[in-house]
């Protein structure tokens, strides 16, 4: 096998283990604190302490990447945040 396909093949292999897609979730001003930590504890399965440091990323950076994974395992968390009046999207 040359460098190259042993270089094409573990770019391939990193492809694959990484998650192709992520929820970000975005600032507004009529969200409280509360509502979206309570909202990424529920949609997210975060613990407290991942949807406050979230939460203030949010407010202080615009967004915040809230989830990764797979598609089809995103679409129905998105969906629940969506729910809830907080901005978001998967890309």
Known sequence: MSIKE?????HD???????????VVYND???TFDHVIDTLIKAC????E???????LVHYKGQCT???GDLKDL?????????AGIDAEII
């Open 6 to 10: 042993k270089t094409q093949e573990q």
């Open 45 to 48: 399965k975060h613990t407290p």
């Open 75 to 83: 679409k129905p968390i998105c969906s629940s945040i969506l729910e």
């Open 66 to 68: 809230v989830k990764t």
């Open 29 to 31: 001003d009529y969200n």
């Open 13 to 23: 292999v990193e492809t694959l283990e990484k998650p192709n897609n992520e929820i």
């Open 50 to 56: 991942q949807a406050e440091q979230c939460t203030i």
